[in-house]
């Protein structure tokens, strides 16, 4: 104990220490395991990095084939757990559908839980891998009314999660490797992001020894708000919304300028970088390929590309170092491959679990780890008499 420091938003604290992650905000570099993002994004692969987040290293081929397959093994769902989805109402929101599925994990698989347990710690990284994709496509499924497919293992990760989502049960569902390949890289560019405010969640939680599932559940319920993992959705709603009403960009500039109704420009501004996100970089950069190849809706990519430079080059944002962050671009090109906007959080989910994974793990096994329990400095009433009357 002694002092307590005044930080809200933890602006200035660090919780931990961690090996997974660097970020440079100021520089804008964002590096895995000491690997630069764009190195990544251009040569691995999502499995390869779930591997190297979650294990510290790149896996030699024999080994990458093992994951691949032990994940492969796993993708089943429990019967009973579907029957889960269809507790929850037609319209249900995927995002609150997928945290409770991969919470009643910790009920289907009692045997994996003791988080001081190499082993049962190594089989619940591949249950949640495995599943969570397959969980995130029923939660598709239900919200359209379609009938949910059994994973099929010939398919890798990302394409069984594209067949999941798409395909239908008379047909023959053909990966579009455009598709799969834009896919993969946006989970690359998602896996982890270091202390944000989901994982410092899923390591909240889970200083008290709770179990795997029910911290990533948490941090699942975290991502789910507008200022972070929803911005994507919010993104796209916002660029609809100025289509629909015909809004000039340089209008809706001046509105969120004088922040009426509290409105921000979505997509914009990041708690660590204070310049260009590098994986928005990335994700603009392969937006228009990708919408040109998918057919995208052009008029939306022009708002945001219009929205963009007003921003870079007005006194407000320049001040404020308001840069587009990664959910800038990604819901175009969610878009575009067919997902429905309820969706788009989902896919950071998806993403991001290695991430979630890897920092629980590191939390785990590290010595210093205490329960995490902030202070307060309380404002309230001084001690004043119950009035006995
Ligand atoms: N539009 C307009 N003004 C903004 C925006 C924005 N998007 N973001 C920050 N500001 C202003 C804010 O009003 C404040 O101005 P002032 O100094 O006049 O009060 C100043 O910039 C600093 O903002 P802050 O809210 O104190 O910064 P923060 O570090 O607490 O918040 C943030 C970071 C990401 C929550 C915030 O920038 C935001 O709300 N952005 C929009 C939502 C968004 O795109 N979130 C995704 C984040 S990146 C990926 C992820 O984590 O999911």
């Known amino acids: ?47 390869e990095v779930s591997y190297l ?5 790149l896996p030699s081929p024999t080994e990458l084939e093992a994951f691949d397959q032990r994940i492969r093994h796993h993708t089943l769902l429990h019967e009973e757990l579907k029957g889960f989805f269809s507790g929850f109402p037609r319209d249900a929101h995927p995002m609150p559908v997928l945290s409770s599925a991969v919470s009643a ?22 249950r949640l891998l495995a599943k969570m994709p397959v969980i995130a ?25 594209l067949r999941l989502s798409f395909g239908l049960p008379a047909e023959q569902y053909e990966v579009d490797p455009v ?49 972070h993992g929803g911005a994507n959705e919010a993104v796209l709603k916002m660029l609809r919304q100025i289509q629909a009403d015909g809004t000039k960009p340089e209008d809706y500039m ?46 939306l990519l022009e708002i945001a590309m219009r929205l963009e430079e007003k921003a870079l080059n ?20 969610y878009k575009a491959m067919g997902f429905p906007e309820k969706m788009f959080t989902v896919l950071f989910a998806i993403g991001r679990l290695p991430g979630w994974i ?9 010595p210093n780890t205490k329960i995490g329990r902030p202070r307060q400095l309380y404002i309230g009433e001084p001690e004043r008499d119950y009035p006995v009357r």
């Not at 239900?142 to 099929?152: A, H, N, V």
């Open 137 to 161: 496509a029923y939660a598709l499924k239900k919200s359209i009314g379609q009938p949910m497919l059994y994973p099929d293992n010939s398919h890798n990760l990302v394409e069984n999660f």
């Open 105 to 126: 994990l910790s009920t289907f698989y009692q045997d994996s839980l003791d988080p001081f347990n190499a082993e049962q710690v190594e089989v619940s990284t591949y």
């Open 358 to 366: 890897a920092q629980w793990r590191e939390m785990i096994s590290d």
């Open 1 to 47: 104990t002694g002092a307590v420091t005044f930080d809200p938003g933890f602006m200035n604290t660090a919780a931990t220490t961690s090996a997974i992650t660097y970020i440079d905000g100021d520089a804008g570099i964002l590096r895995y395991r000491g690997y630069p993002i764009e190195q990544l994004a251009q040569h691995s692969s999502f499995l």
């Open 53 to 57: 987040l979650i294990y510290g290293n």
């Open 254 to 299: 001046e509105k969120v300028k004088n922040k009426e109704d509290g409105v921000r420009l979505m997509g914009f501004g990041h708690r660590v970088y204070k310049n260009y996100d590098p994986r928005a970089k990335i994700v603009k950069a392969t937006a228009h390929e990708i919408l040109t190849k998918l057919g995208g809706n052009d008029e």
């Open 314 to 333: 007005d006194d407000y944002f320049i001040q404020r170092k308001l840069y587009p962050n990664v959910d800038f671009y990604t819901g175009l090109i």
């Open 179 to 227: 598709i799969a390949k834009a896919l993969d890289l946006l989970l690359i560019l998602h896996a982890d992001h270091e202390q944000n405010c989901s994982t410092s969640t899923v390591r909240l939680v889970g200083s008290s020894n709770a179990n795997l599932f029910a911290s990533v559940s948490a941090g699942i319920n975290a991502l789910f708000g507008p200022a």
